[in-house]
């Protein structure tokens, strides 16, 4: 951030497509969710995902693999927004201080 | 390499008809418009030519005039040659996008046929659209004639496209009296005018092959440079212009510069205006030398970048400037076209005194005899030695 | 002491009704003198056409490049294509003591002289209402009117103007005009 203006891009124009997964969103949280499996409709067969739908900054990390599901969250781009454990239907995620 | 004057047509036409020709000319890519007087005559030749296939140009009629900016930006930003046409309250419905084109480095030619702004509602011209607009990051360029019309509007898509400048480019004509008089106009052969505006070479363009984003957020820590680097560029538009007119005139004797002074060497009072009325000041000044008044004449075509340090050299000793516009800034010190002069002026040895006079608003005629009432006025104010901030002069009061 | 801002410019004011065409001859003639080498401008007073309603147009030819821009107020010739504006307009005014005033109408030039007291230069009658209706069949009194300003001026040659015309209008439409443009020149009154 410390360009002077004849170091950047003309017009504000963004000349490197997909740049904004350099900028790390994840450090403006102040609460971060914790998953629980037991409860977890996605883990338990593959239904659910609201958590995935509904996260503005695709941090909700799905995967199936054999059959087996899985859940993880890339913490570098969550902003502990909440909207996840807001949206769940079975209470599985619950937002803890950083 | 000048062209030979048995290729050079010469033909009666208005100043709408004159800028369609140069559209034509020049080779547009796409052409988005809204019709609106005085300006309708544009569009409706240059869409003729496109019916009748004499362009290859994609014409966009649009349902609004700030559709046909934003559709200009569009185009222009995929690296498309783009051109369009509006006056008064159609030009103002495009204000949000104007500032859009600027800021976003469009290269976007944009022939106004000035006329006043409501209310009451009035076709007729003065330069409320242009003054209005002149914030908005356009070169500004106000045409005397039919020719001029023409000549300029090909002249503006070298200067816009210029790597140094990409800024877009307002061209402006007085409405009726110049978009609706049928004047001689020289001309160039289509090749050579062609050959003369060149091929577009975008800089940045829109590409799916190398995808970029274009007019992002810019908050607190970015806009400002970007407004660094468009103000850079507008000082670089004296210099361009200059060269690009040098490269006319060899093709065809003809030049204006960004302004014309007109016997202004030895001159004690200097009038200074735009557009058609700076022709008439000529005349004015003719008739006054000859009883014995060193009168002269600065007709200032380029507003945006103002010339400040060319004009206050070219207005040198003289002892006042009378400053004719046809706007109003309700409200401010003085007005548009007055504010700069003194502006230019305050920093000068000599600082003569400046006379400014509104006239012709809404399309009121301005006769020679306003140009002489105004210097009669100025020569008072000579002698007293202090002008007012501003006056009316042909208005019933 | 009298300023005269169109030294070397020959200046036309033309009357007539919207929808009658004065701003096409206006025009023609226009683009006649340039295609015998002057400068010119031709332009409407600036509004909206409404037929009907009375209109003017202006127009400036010269030698050198034309730089006033503003209206006509002292023409050398005023041209009348309408004879019931006579009733509402005075077509002299402004006119210069030495200029021309060209007029479709049925009355000799004394007459007119008379009702606008007219005293110096040249009045031109010529009734090119009769002429258009039995040469053409329709109300199009501007290019016979024209026709007669253009014998009287001598402005530019008549075989010129029939160029443009017959350019503008190719076909029957054109050859009609040069027929009572042929015949407005015979029957022009001057006096």
Known sequence: MSEKYNEIPMAGNIIEPGNSLKYKTGGWRAERPIHTDETCLWIKNGTCGRCWIYCPDNAVVLTEKNGKYAYAYNYDYCKGCGICANECPTDSIKMEKE | MSVSKDKI????????????????????????????????????????????????????????????????????????????????????????????????????????????????????????????????????????????????????????????????????????????????????????????????????????????????????????????????????????????????????????????????????????????????????????????????????????????????????????????????????????????????????????????????????????????????????????????????????? | MAMDFARGITEFRWHGRGGQGVVTSNQMLGKAALAEGNYIQAFPEFGPERTGAPVRAFLRISKAPIQVYAQVYHPDVVVCIDPTLLEVVNPTEGLKPEGTLVLNTSNEPKAIRDKFGFKGGKVVTVDASTIAMEVMGRAFYNMPTMAAAVSATGIVSVDTVIEEVLNRYPGKVGALNKTAIERAVQEAKIG
């Open chain 2, 9 to 397: 047509k010469i033909e009666g036409l208005t100043g709408d008809a004159a800028i369609a020709h140069a559209l034509r000319q020049a080779d547009l890519d796409v052409l988005s418009a809204y019709p609106i007087t005085p300006q309708t005559i544009i569009v409706e030749d240059y869409q003729k030519f496109a019916a009748d296939g004499e362009v290859n140009a994609a014409v966009i009629p649009v349902e609004s005039e700030h559709s046909a900016m934003s559709a200009c930006v569009g185009a222009s930003a995929v690296g498309a040659r783009v051109a369009t046409a509006s006056a008064s309250a159609g030009l103002a419905l495009m204000w949000e996008i104007l500032y859009c084109a600027a800021s976003m480095r469009m290269p976007i030619v944009f022939t106004v046929a000035n006329r006043a702004l409501s209310a009451p509602i009035n076709i007729h011209n003065d330069h409320s659209d242009g003054m209005g607009m002149r914030d908005s990051g356009f070169i500004q360029l106000y045409c005397q004639s039919s020719q001029e019309a023409y000549d300029t509007t090909l002249m503006a898509f070298k200067l816009a496209e210029h790597h140094d400048v990409l800024l877009p480019v307002m061209v402006g004509i007085d409405g009726f009296i110049v978009s609706h008089n049928v004047e001689r106009v020289e001309m160039l052969p289509d090749d050579a005018a062609k050959k003369f505006v060149g091929v577009r070479t975008p800089v940045q363009p829109l590409d799916p092959k190398n995808p970029i984003t274009m007019g992002p957020l810019a908050l607190t820590d970015y806009y400002f440079e970007f407004k660094e680097q468009q103000d850079r560029a507008m000082q670089q538009v004296i210099k361009v212009y200059k060269e690009v007119e040098a490269e006319f005139e060899k093709l065809t004797g003809r030049k204006y510069g960004i302004f014309e002074t007109y016997k202004t060497n030895d001159a004690d009072i200097i009038f200074l205006a735009m557009s058609s009325m700076g022709g008439t000041a000529k005349v004015v000044a003719d008739v006054l030398r000859e009883k014995g008044e060193k009168v002269g004449v600065i007709r200032l075509k380029m507003f945006r970048p103002f010339p400040t340090k060319e004009l206050a050299k070219a207005i040198g000793n003289a002892k006042a400037v009378a400053v004719f516009e046809k706007a109003m800034s309700f409200g401010a010190a003085t007005n548009p076209l007055a504010l700069e002069v003194k502006t230019a002026l305050y920093g000068t040895k000599s600082r003569p005194i400046i006379a400014n006079f509104v006239v012709g608003l809404g399309g009121r005629d301005v006769p020679p005899m306003t140009f002489v009432e105004g210097f009669e006025k100025t020569k008072e104010y000579l002698k007293k030695g202090e002008a007012p901030l501003y006056e009316t002069l042909g208005v019933r009061k």
